[in-house]
């Protein structure tokens, strides 16, 4: 009779050796084992199942090592990582365990020292599950340690324990890269679906011929190409969370069918009329007011106000000043420890410079300007560090300032509604229409020109041009082409 695993071990390092050694130990002891060997496989593991223990390199492949055991304290709060590193400084230790991780391994490895940290973090884990753990709490820290401790941050915690408990579909609003879906994994984490399946879905990554298929899955032989039978991401996260980020970017067609599947809480896959009962919460990221894209008629009012039972707003990091700081020594100390060099200092002069910045990329602007410099400074890091860090990176060429550029554009707006002008509806040419189509044609219209205006300005670089205006990258061109498509037919 086969004897009964004593848990699973997932063993991310980018040494092959290293993980079969690891792999043949452990399995010798009696564990079961995973093996990977960059940071997108791990997070790829991870995803599909929860594992009793995690050995982690600091150093793989992107994702690394700490950007890794930072999602993970997100998924799986009480799960033990060990981290593995071939520098056994003291720095080294307690930067990783500061980072969050349970213990520390340093290379080459003593045997008995593996399987005894093993052992010990699979006992701890058995003791935490034994004893009630208050979610909010463990939440409440986990927030707090990976968004700041700023008064917003405060209220979107509070926002997390009074919505998780329930069923309820939340609307999560805040601009790109502000940390929307971080919000709702811990959403997740402190509900009863917690045991559930997280499941993130960028609707605008997924083209309008590929979403159903994305979300419902397909019977074999449905369409060319169909050899097997696929499940789709609402079966998948039966019992979980589905993640919509970006749901302002889903087509109208593809709204239609979320719809219906919210309504009646049944999926047929592609190629089959059998109902298949789902029992998912639904979780909506936007970037902008989904209320402003009904009224332009880019998103369904029914859809809105079935997702609209909770909504949580997360205020830009230019708001939140506290957290500019915190989060800037938090990335500094991630990026040291991954370069293995000693933690870099912020001065005075620099940190006023972070806390003037707009930040118009949010966290991911922030962290990616830490990243960078950290290469260039010393032991701490200078107001003139800082300064041409981002004149190289954020300004480019010469920036007219957005208030200048929204002046400018409600000009040339005033300027096309003139009458006589050939190029903009006369007022007697809205006659007949409700208030809701003359606003949408509008709206439309502004939209249009405040878009050309900022594509002149930065002499058509579209991805620049979303980062100015706060937008999604594929929000632009969706709205480019809707302009476009105008254009032709008039």
Same mark, same amino acid.
Request: with cysteine.
């Given at each position: !009779?086969?004897?009964?695993?004593?848990?699973?071990?997932?063993?991310?390092?980018?040494?092959?050796?290293?993980?079969?050694?690891?792999?043949?130990?452990?399995?010798?002891?009696?564990?079961?084992?995973?093996?990977?060997?960059?940071?997108?496989?791990? +997070?790829?593991?991870?995803?599909?199942?929860?594992?009793?223990?995690?050995?982690?390199?600091?150093?793989?492949?992107?994702?690394?090592?700490?950007?890794?055991?930072?999602?993970?304290?997100? !998924?799986? $709060?009480?799960?033990?990582?060990?981290?593995?590193?071939?520098?056994?400084?003291?720095?080294?230790?307690?930067?990783?365990?500061?980072?969050?991780?349970?213990?520390?391994?340093?290379?080459?490895?003593?045997?008995?020292?593996?399987?005894?940290?093993?052992?010990?973090?699979?006992?701890?884990?058995?003791?935490?599950?034994?004893?009630?753990?208050?979610? *909010?709490? #463990?939440?409440?820290?986990?927030?707090?340690?990976? !968004? %700041?401790?700023?008064?917003?941050?405060?209220?979107?915690?509070?926002?997390?324990?009074?919505?998780?408990?329930?069923?309820?579909?939340?609307?999560?609003?805040?601009?790109?890269?502000?940390?929307?879906?971080?919000?709702?994994?811990?959403?997740?984490?402190?509900?009863?679906?917690?045991? %559930?399946?997280?499941?993130?879905?960028?609707?605008?990554?997924?083209?309008?011929?590929?979403?159903?298929?994305?979300?419902?899955?397909?019977?074999?032989?449905?369409?060319?190409?169909? *050899?097997?039978?696929?499940?789709?991401?609402?079966?998948?996260?039966?019992?979980?969370?589905?993640?919509?980020?970006?749901?302002?970017? !889903? =087509?109208?067609?593809?709204?239609?069918? &979320?719809?219906?599947?919210?309504?009646?809480?049944?999926?047929?896959?592609?190629?089959?009329?059998? $109902?298949?009962?789902?029992?998912?919460?639904?979780?909506?990221?936007?970037?902008?007011?989904?209320?402003?894209?009904? @009224?332009? %008629?880019? /998103?369904?009012?029914?859809?809105?106000?079935?997702?609209?039972?909770?909504?949580?707003?997360?205020?830009?990091?230019?708001?939140?000043?506290?957290?500019?700081?915190?989060?800037?020594?938090? /990335?500094?100390?991630?990026?040291?420890?991954?370069?293995?060099?000693?933690?870099? #200092?912020?001065?005075?002069?620099?940190?006023?410079?972070?806390?003037?910045?707009?930040? &118009?990329?949010?966290?991911?602007?922030?962290?990616? @300007?830490?990243?960078?410099?950290?290469?260039?400074?010393?032991?701490? @890091?200078?107001?003139?560090?800082?300064?041409?860090?981002?004149?190289?990176?954020?300004? $480019?060429?010469?920036?007219?300032? $957005?208030?200048?550029?929204?002046?400018?554009?409600?000009?040339? /707006?005033?300027?096309?509604?003139?009458?006589?002008?050939?190029?903009?509806?006369?007022?007697?040419?809205?006659?007949?229409?409700?208030?809701?189509?003359?606003?949408? +044609?509008?709206?439309?219209? +502004? *939209?249009?020109?405040?878009?050309?205006?900022?594509?002149?300005?930065?002499?058509?670089?579209?991805?620049?041009?979303?980062?100015?205006?706060?937008?999604?990258?594929? =929000?632009?061109? =969706?709205?480019?082409?809707?302009?476009?498509?105008?254009?032709?037919?008039?």
């Amino acid at each position: !009779m086969k004897n009964k695993s004593l848990g699973l071990v997932l063993i991310i390092d980018d040494d092959k050796d290293i993980c079969d050694l690891l792999a043949y130990l452990l399995q010798r002891a009696g564990y079961q084992t995973q093996q990977g060997y960059d940071g997108v496989t791990a +997070m790829a593991l991870l995803t599909k199942v929860e594992p009793d223990v995690l050995l982690l390199d600091s150093i793989i492949p992107e994702p690394n090592g700490l950007a890794v055991l930072a999602k993970v304290r997100v !998924m799986y $709060p009480q799960l033990p990582v060990i981290i593995i590193t071939g520098t056994a400084g003291i720095l080294s230790a307690v930067c990783a365990i500061k980072a969050g991780a349970w213990d520390y391994m340093p290379k080459p490895f003593d045997n008995n020292r593996v399987l005894e940290l093993v052992n010990r973090a699979v006992q701890t884990r058995a003791n935490k599950k034994d004893r009630p753990v208050k979610s *909010d709490l #463990t939440v409440s820290a986990v927030v707090t340690e990976l !968004m %700041g401790t700023s008064a917003e941050t405060k209220k979107i915690i509070a926002d997390i324990e009074r919505v998780a408990h329930t069923n309820f579909s939340v609307i999560i609003q805040g601009e790109t890269g502000a940390g929307k879906e971080l919000v709702a994994k811990n959403i997740h984490l402190a509900s009863r679906r917690s045991k %559930g399946i997280f499941i993130p879905i960028d609707c605008g990554a997924i083209s309008e011929a590929l979403i159903e298929n994305e979300l419902f899955g397909h019977e074999k032989g449905s369409f060319t190409g169909a *050899d097997n039978r696929s499940m789709g991401k609402f079966e998948a996260a039966n019992g979980g969370t589905l993640f919509l980020d970006e749901i302002a970017n !889903m =087509s109208l067609s593809a709204q239609a069918k &979320l719809l219906r599947v919210l309504q009646e809480r049944v999926v047929c896959r592609i190629g089959s009329s059998k $109902p298949i009962p789902i029992d998912v919460r639904i979780i909506a990221a936007t970037n902008e007011n989904l209320l402003d894209a009904v @009224v332009r %008629g880019d /998103f369904r009012e029914d859809l809105y106000y079935r997702l609209n039972e909770y909504v949580i707003y997360i205020q830009p990091l230019r708001e939140r000043p506290e957290d500019i700081i915190f989060l800037a020594q938090r /990335f500094m100390k991630e990026v040291c420890l991954e370069l293995s060099i000693d933690v870099i #200092t912020f001065s005075i002069d620099a940190k006023k410079v972070l806390l003037s910045h707009l930040w &118009l990329g949010n966290v991911r602007e922030l962290r990616s @300007v830490i990243r960078r410099v950290a290469l260039v400074a010393q032991k701490e @890091v200078s107001d003139v560090d800082l300064k041409f860090l981002m004149l190289r990176v954020t300004l $480019p060429h010469t920036r007219v300032a $957005p208030s200048v550029l929204i002046q400018k554009s409600v000009t040339d /707006f005033s300027c096309l509604t003139c009458v006589g002008s050939s190029n903009y509806k006369n007022l007697s040419d809205y006659d007949g229409l409700s208030l809701k189509e003359i606003t949408r +044609m509008t709206t439309q219209k +502004m *939209d249009a020109i405040i878009i050309q205006n900022m594509l002149k300005e930065t002499r058509n670089n579209k991805a620049e041009a979303a980062r100015r205006l706060g937008m999604d990258y594929k =929000s632009l061109c =969706s709205k480019l082409k809707k302009i476009l498509n105008s254009e032709v037919k008039g």
